[in-house]
């Protein structure tokens, strides 16, 4: 007999692996992947490609060469990392933009924190944001969208808009009415299938629906985060609205423009910066349905949602130390 | 509704491919090794020597204290060794050896099949009775049945829940003998209620089970106060609080025992040792093993007597493949890998389960990435990898605050992690450390 193997139980192992959980997100991506191709065409392709490719570009030099450390490319977190920031950006945008977001998305809010499992922030956010801090004309400059066939080959050249929340905060502060100015915007089918402006993975709320059902069914995520957080947006915003509809949009329209949808479903749920406890989780999507609607009603941004998530990202670590799941026979005294 | 307990768990691969055999008697073998310490307490102290004669049934070392069992023989012959002897782990143990002469039985052991429905013996006999015939729980816990049928002066039990959940994957013997001895199980439970003083009964039965659930349940309604419960399919459904949750709905609180909510739990195969010892005067001598795995050329139910050699048993059930890596004495998920098969069969061993080198290798160990299944799967509620977080930096003393004794060692978090990360290796290591604190702290 040869020798035997010896361990502590169990001996046996589910088959999840971070491989596998970070492919089902891009599964789940994928419909939200056709509308923006659908939608901008080749800005969207070049943006997406440009993105994913020096994601995993930078995450192997840095890993494999400056660290000296195996390379972690295979798991597929920073080509995630990659589309998600491009589903964050306007389909536009100068490619070499986009080289600069994707270092920092992966190289500063990633890698110097320690690699995957260790960054505080959303890394897709995190760069993002530093985009639109640093260069905001060509962060908010947005393409209107046609379906492919008419502008398969634009790519710069395009016509530009603004998107439905910035149409709606500017003609706010002007003094025109909400419920003028959500009739100067695609109707909610549109919205909902995604015919409008705006980043390129943001727009379809249909298509990132459809990714929802996908991830809750492979139980890559709970319903906690994206539930919590399009709840509060809806129940805040409904609340003003029924305040006084001409100064405030209706709850709909607030889920349904802008990146809320892509926010709660795709981003706030990465696993990385999202609390532990499903109560902390709850707590988190609370939080950034709050913020978001705080920032796009009262704030100097049309659109908040990266904005309240890297926030409620900063309070994560506070939420696990308080907020721990129910034990099994501790009733509070 | 199927009942179950409301958090945590998994559904591994449930792999019962023994569920259809029906169990099959071991010849007696050649020569048992058996340990004096078969369970959870003070070991037995030997009352037999080198040379002397025993017979099958025969005490061979005494229960010592209050927490320990009594040992008997599980076969007639002469005792050829009382030595240390290296046990499934590796560690020595003392171990009475008894080369085999026949088969001779002590006279006041009922031998026949006939099923005895009388009760005679009244609560103190019966406690007598169980003790002196060394049951254990037969679940794998090996706690001596008789100190839990004494509950503390001040909880009064109220119902007796028996646990045939059989959750470990693969295991199939508590499965046959719900199916194969279902009167004298019922029989048992009535005798357990007597002990206890209590008026209600629960058989608790995971639904991959139906044929014994459907037995069961039509023979209970000959029987006053027995129901059988049928419970969801889910992993640990058969550990004790999990159970107790499911069937009554009440929550052990953190720290306290079963009684504390009115339970006690038993094992079905603790059940039936408790009828043999009750109604046939025979001591815990012999048990169902099922002997499994994948590359097995004869896997089965085997009824063995304690001590036999593993060896034996798995030459029996077509011999270890070629491609063994791994001999578990129990199921998948809670059982104990053996150093060698040339080791016996004790009280606990429910299972041998033989994985092949390919089920045997770990994954290697990658970044945790704060999915949180590990949170969500475990029953008790705890953050396991915030316990091997705190266990790796040796911050022991806080894993207490963090529930650490709360863990059940189901083994869930460590089977559920994408990252393949060893979470219930470094809880075990932290427990262990706490232990040691605490037990210097007392000395001080």
């Not at chain 1, 490719?53 to 972690?72: D, Q």
């Not at chain 1, 390129?200 to 996908?214: D, K, M, N, S």
Request: charged share 20%; with cysteine; aromatic share 8%.
């Amino acid at each position: 007999m040869s020798k035997l193997i010896v361990s502590l139980s169990p001996h046996q192992f589910g088959s999840n692996s971070v491989k596998k959980l970070m492919f089902g997100v891009l599964i789940a991506l994928l419909p939200t992947l056709f509308v923006s191709v659908w939608y901008f065409g080749l800005g969207a392709i070049t943006i997406i490609v440009t993105s994913v490719l020096s994601a995993v570009f930078f995450e192997y030099v840095f890993n494999r060469f400056l660290l000296k450390k195996p390379s972690t490319i295979s798991d597929g977190s920073a080509a995630l990392t990659g589309l998600l920031l491009a589903f964050n950006l306007p389909s536009n945008l100068p490619v070499w933009l986009v080289i600069i977001g994707a270092f920092f998305a992966i190289v500063v809010a990633k890698i110097s924190f320690g690699g995957i499992g260790n960054n505080i922030f959303n890394p897709a956010l995190a760069g993002r944001v530093f985009l639109l801090i640093s260069w905001p004309v060509q962060m908010t400059s947005w393409p209107e969208p046609s379906p492919l066939s008419k502008h398969l080959l634009g790519y710069t050249d395009v016509t530009t808009g603004a998107t439905p929340l910035g149409i709606l905060s500017e003609g706010l502060r002007s003094g025109e009415s909400a419920t003028k100015l959500i009739s100067q915007v695609p109707d909610y089918l549109q919205l909902f299938m995604g015919n409008a402006g705006g980043s390129i993975g943001e727009v379809g709320a249909a298509a990132i629906l459809i990714g929802l059902v996908y991830m809750l069914m492979k139980k890559i995520i709970s319903w906690h985060i994206p539930v919590s957080i399009l709840g509060t947006v809806a129940v805040f915003t409904g609340i003003l609205w029924f305040a006084n509809p001409d100064k405030f949009a209706d709850p709909l329209f607030h889920l349904l423009s802008g990146g809320i949808m892509l926010g709660a479903v795709f981003m706030a749920t990465d696993y990385v910066t999202s609390p532990m406890s499903k109560r902390g989780m709850l707590i988190y999507g609370v939080g950034i349905g709050l913020l978001t609607v705080v920032i796009r009603v009262w704030g100097a941004f049309p659109e908040g949602v990266s904005f309240a998530i890297l926030i409620m990202n900063a309070f994560v670590p506070l939420i696990n130390m308080y907020i721990k799941p129910k034990r099994f026979g501790k009733n509070k005294r | 509704m199927l009942k179950t307990f409301p958090k945590g768990g998994i559904h591994p691969p449930e792999n019962k491919i023994t569920a259809d055999k029906e169990t099959v008697t071991l010849p007696i073998p050649k020569q048992v090794i058996i340990p004096v310490s078969q369970h959870i307490g003070a070991p037995a102290k030997v009352i037999v020597k080198k040379n002397d004669k025993v017979k099958t049934g025969q005490m061979i070392a005494q229960s010592n204290g209050f927490v320990s069992a009594c040992i008997h023989s599980s076969v007639s012959g002469t005792v050829f060794k009382v030595d240390n002897i290296p046990d499934a782990g590796g560690y020595k143990r003392l171990a009475v050896v008894i080369n085999v002469e026949g088969d001779e039985w002590l006279d006041n052991i009922d031998r026949s099949e006939d099923i005895i429905k009388e009760i005679n013996s009244d609560k103190n006999e019966i406690l007598k009775k169980i003790q002196d015939a060394g049951v254990v729980g037969l679940g794998g816990a090996t706690f001596p049945t008789h100190v839990k049928l004494l509950p503390p002066k001040s909880m009064k039990p109220e119902v007796l829940i028996i646990n045939g959940a059989e959750c470990e994957p693969y295991l199939t013997a508590d499965h046959r003998l719900m199916l194969e001895k279902s009167e004298e199980l019922l029989i048992g439970i009535k005798i357990l209620m007597k002990a206890l003083s209590v008026n209600k009964a629960v058989i608790g039965i995971e639904n991959n089970k139906s044929d014994a659930i459907n037995k069961l349940e039509t023979l209970s309604e000959n029987y006053d106060n027995i129901s059988v419960a049928a419970l969801k399919t889910k992993y640990p459904q058969g550990g004790e609080k999990q159970l107790i949750k499911a069937v009554t709905g009440k929550e052990v609180p953190s720290g306290e025992l079963p009684v504390k909510v009115g339970a006690v739990v038993q094992n079905v195969g603790t059940v039936f040792a408790v009828y043999e010892a009750v109604q046939k005067n025979k001591p815990l001598i012999d048990r169902i093993v099922t002997v499994t795995g994948k590359y097995l050329s004869n896997p089965g139910n085997f009824k063995v007597r304690i001590g036999t050699s593993v060896k034996e048993l798995i030459n029996t059930a077509g011999g270890l493949p070629e491609n063994t890596g791994k001999i578990i004495s129990g199921g998948p998920m809670m059982g104990r890998a053996l150093i060698t098969d040339n080791t016996g069969i004790t009280k606990g061993t429910s299972g041998i389960l033989i994985l092949s080198e390919q089920e045997s290798k770990r994954r290697s160990l990658k970044p945790c990435i704060r999915c949180a299944k590990c949170v969500e799967v475990c029953p008790m509620g705890l953050e396991p990898f915030f316990l091997m977080a705190l266990s790796r930096k040796t911050l022991f003393e806080k894993t207490e605050n963090e529930g650490i004794f709360d863990c059940i060692e189901c083994g869930s978090c460590s089977y559920i992690c994408p990252s393949d990360r060893p979470l219930l290796d470094f809880i075990r290591l932290s427990k262990k450390e706490v232990a040691l604190i605490r037990k210097a702290k007392r000395i001080k």
